[in-house]
């Protein structure tokens, strides 16, 4: 076992998917870019080293390692799993910290088996997506992990009612960088771009697009507020496997022109100036950085009333829930917000306050750090000082 010298750095490895943008990789992403170096000698790997992320990752200066597995039962992952444990040993690793279902199963037997001190997995979602096998899988190898690292409360709730060790289970909630409040008048040269008349009030999803975002209610509901509102316009940001099927039922349902499809763009923070309303109509969620995000610009919100949603949204106070998969519910509250600006400026200025009370990325990442030296400092003894 790799042994734990407080007097000096930390040795610390994150490994995850891939560096493409969504929520998980741009959680790991802020936490490389916020955690103390004098405390930690930081090294990342993934599977696939690929993504938007990365060039954000380039002023680190911290070796990025890949690690390139196939089936999880194949000759090449074993190889991989190998070419983990050298990694680990050589370096005299201390922390191994893996994020999502493929990393969590690959990293932590491996980590285990080299010698880490201390290992720690992530679960981020609810696994809905997770067929039964995957589930018991994934429970099998937390088992060796000394601490698993959650982002909200619904996750953790979940993982108890599947047996898990509360014991075990560390709330941390995501965090993200407080924006400036979003610019009073529409880009002109933005608008034009997305084909959306400047006086045009715009009501905006973010999220990737799987069947599980829930983006075919939004439009169902948009569909009934197209005729209410003729000045309304629909905005979807974001790609995924459902691009195609949503945009042809989008064509279906007779929004023409009135919606845009933007597919992947890395101007968010831009996008989100447009909009007057942010919506997340998921399905399941852990906690969404594009709620996080949407709330931290002054956006009024409506989210379904699922996973971690409640958990950053009051209802009423600081934007607004509705049932998930129940498109007149979303379409009653967008319209009470569209028929009520002083409801929504109110909503936007409180959600506002609240995600920069509890949701900071200086919080998460402290909070994170704290975990470590805790983990360090316990270890020998079960980790119930988590």
């Given amino acids: 076992m790799v042994p734990i010298v407080q007097s000096k750095k930390i040795k610390l490895l994150q490994m995850l998917t891939n560096f493409h943008i969504g929520g998980t990789e741009r ?8 955690i103390d170096p004098s405390h930690f000698d930081l090294h990342l790997a993934c599977l ?9 990752l380039e002023t680190l200066r911290v070796p990025r390692s890949e690690f390139r597995i196939g089936p999880l039962y194949s000759p090449k992952t074993l190889w991989q799993g190998i070419r983990l444990a050298h990694y680990v040993r050589r370096n005299l690793i201390q922390i191994v910290h893996s994020f999502g279902f493929y990393p969590n199963v690959f990293t932590v037997p491996v980590a285990r088996l080299a010698g880490a001190s201390i290992v720690v997995a992530s679960i981020r979602d609810t696994g809905d997506l997770l067929t039964p096998m995957q589930r018991r899988l994934l429970k099998m190898v937390c088992r060796l992990a000394d601490c698993v690292l959650v982002n909200a409360e619904a996750i953790r709730e979940n993982l108890l009612e599947q047996g898990y060790d509360p014991s075990h289970i560390v709330v941390i909630r995501n965090g993200i960088t407080l924006a400036k409040s979003p610019g009073k008048e529409p880009s002109a040269v933005l608008r034009r771009e997305l084909g959306i008349p400047l006086s045009a009030r715009v009501v905006a999803v973010f999220s990737r697009l799987n069947r599980m975002k829930g983006v075919q209610y939004f ?9 209410r509102f003729p000045d309304v ?17 989008a064509c279906r349902l007779g929004l023409g022109q009135r919606i845009v499809f933007t597919g992947f763009r890395s101007d968010v923070p831009d996008l989100l100036s447009e909009a ?7 399905l399941s969620e852990g906690t969404s950085n594009t709620l996080l995000e949407s709330m931290a610009a002054g956006i009024p919100v409506i989210a379904t009333r699922v996973g971690g949603n409640p958990e950053v949204v009051e209802d009423g106070v600081s934007g607004l829930l509705v049932p998930p998969r129940d498109s007149a519910a979303l379409a009653a509250a967008t319209g009470r917000l569209l028929e009520d600006p002083e409801l929504a400026f109110r909503l936007g200025q409180a959600g506002m306050r609240r995600v920069s009370e509890m949701f900071s990325i200086d919080g998460s990442v402290h909070q994170t750090e704290r975990l470590y030296q805790r983990l360090v400092e316990a270890k020998g003894h079960v980790c119930e000082s988590c």
């Fill in 27 to 34: 959680q790991v992403a802020n936490l490389a870019l916020g």
């Fill in 48 to 56: 696939r080293h690929s993504g938007e992320l990365l060039a954000e």
């Fill in 233 to 249: 316009h629909f905005l979807v940001v974001g790609d995924g496997g459902s691009k195609t099927e949503l945009e042809e039922h």
């Fill in 219 to 227: 439009l169902d509901a948009a569909m009934v507020l197209a005729g």
């Fill in 276 to 282: 007057a309303i942010s919506v997340l109509p998921s």
